[in-house]
């Protein structure tokens, strides 16, 4: 069975050109991308709207636009308030796909490309709950489940039908200003993607994404004319602390499968970089885009004279930020006659276990929860050190504020962000992640440096994080735009109809640290083969990886080619007992276009160091760890 070539040289519907024009943060239309705008902003959304205003002070857009899709948005509150507020100027256009679908006329819908409704639509069913004056949603009276949602317009006709169907599963039903239904999409992904098609519509254009759930579906558009950018803004992996070959986030997993599908991912560490190399990615599209520290954070002398046992922390009372442990800290630091003090300023859900812990540990006279607080800065310039212990970050903005001020940074060994930020006793402290005897003790060895020692810490860490000021983060941006060019997007492939990839002759050898998998197929072109990658992916888990090619060779007789991959036992290191199912994959392919690989008839199971390959009942080629 031959692969599917590509239709053009550059295998890309839109005749795009490795070499033609690039982009730039001038002369181009940005759209920025959130699934909404909540009152009380987090990280991720403090960070988006930093970067539209630096690209506005340092540069000089056609325009920017912010794309949004949750249904409780009221638009233009969020904007009014925002402007106020000053986070956002005038000139910056908020869009939502519900408000915006409810402005359109019949030919502007009919923009949005979906398949005809089928018949008959289910009549409406189960408790009605209004959820605002344009969303609707109707509950199973018996399980409380939602079964349908409805979305409406001014007049409160119906705009969409988001139905559970009995028969056919999910439908999208858009409907006309006169009440006709006029497309269906089948998946929440399809509709959004229709409505980002329709609505990026100015040129030249780049389209920065910044939240996870549409992350999971925008690298699906095909034959797109703008440039698609990922920014990550936190971790990719599950359990990052464990290694670089785990898991994916569950709100990741199609984001790092499609990977290679956008023309650009910013990372903001350059340990997650390495991270997403080690998934056998070659990290071509990745690019240190770092957040952006709030101008004027770093102080240019900061206040010496500190009461050196005072710490501070700049963290949402969620567990992820196990705040927990620098409160025990205290605790231990107290027991041994070691006066500090700990302020938390943030505000979250697990508010009541910290009380708790505070009486328990009888530490109300040394650790605060003031909660959210508007004179922040002042505290961390008045603060001795910081500490951050999360189970895992991106690139920690508290941390790096906190620098900006002079406090001295004792945290955790972090997966991502103290590694790239401290250098070990020179501005700051690393401490073993998880190990709060650690940190108390580094704690105290911090308490008992001179005076001097203590000025010079602080120093460098403001020192070292004036690369995170505004116009440093732009010009980075303005450095990786300018470079950029379009991927090249295969034309999509029907994998449902396409059976596995017949190979003449498979052989499967141990190599050091691995395999090595040799796989001879006829037919293929040769423009084709030399580009394909060996996926490894898990069968019950979502831990998965890539194999680039280790050598390709081409046989005359029977015109076949040989294709070799070298696969590392360290890749399977972080999913034992785990059953990884094999196959042939083009580079920015859809993660559903890979291909099985089907086995000869002599095949046999073939044990490598840690590993062995075998053929499936269906004949298929998989690994197993060794028994």
Known sequence: MRLRPRTNPNGNGRDAEPDGP??????VHVYNVLWGIPESMGGMTTAALRRIRSFQDFGNPLSQTILTFSPRMDTDEIRDRLIAQGKMRENVELVNIWQDLRGRNEAELARLEGEPPRMPIPDEDGELENITAFYDVFRNSRTGRVIRRKYLRGDGSLLLADIEDPKLGRRFILHSPAGEPMAEWRRPRDFYNAWITATVTKSPAVVIVDDKKVSEFIH???NRDFALILFLHGSHLRHPWNGDHGQPLKARTDTMRNFDRFDIVGVQTQQQAEAIRALGFSGENIRLLTGELPQGSVVSDPPMLRDTGNAIMVANLIDLKRIDHPIRAVAKLRDRGIAVS???LGEGPARPKLE????ELDLGDRVALPGYV?????????????????????LPLSMLEAMGAGCVPIVYDITYGPQDLIDQGDNGFITPWSDIDALADQIEEFLSLEPSEVE??????????ERYLPEAGYRRWQEALGEMRLTNLPDSVDTKSAP?????????????GGSRIEIEIDGILQSTAETLQLVVAGRKLSTFFISELSEISFRRFGHRTVLTFDVDDESFSE?????????????????SSKRRISTPKRFRVTTATASEWYATKHGNLSVRPRK
């Open 22 to 27: 690039a982009f730039g943060t001038d002369a």
């Open 220 to 222: 699906e558009i095909p």
């Open 342 to 344: 700990l302020t938390v």
């Open 356 to 359: 708790t812990l505070i009486d």
């Open 374 to 394: 508007n004179d922040v800065h002042e505290r961390l310039t008045s603060a001795s050190f910081s500490t951050l212990t999360s189970t895992s970050e991106g």
């Open 456 to 465: 010079s810490m602080r120093r460098a860490a403001v020192s070292s994080v």
């Open 500 to 512: 596995s990839i017949e190979v003449k002759k498979l052989t499967c050898t141990p190599i050091a």
């Open 575 to 591: 999913s034992a007992g785990e059953t990884f199912d094999v196959f042939l994959r083009r580079p920015h392919d859809l993660w």
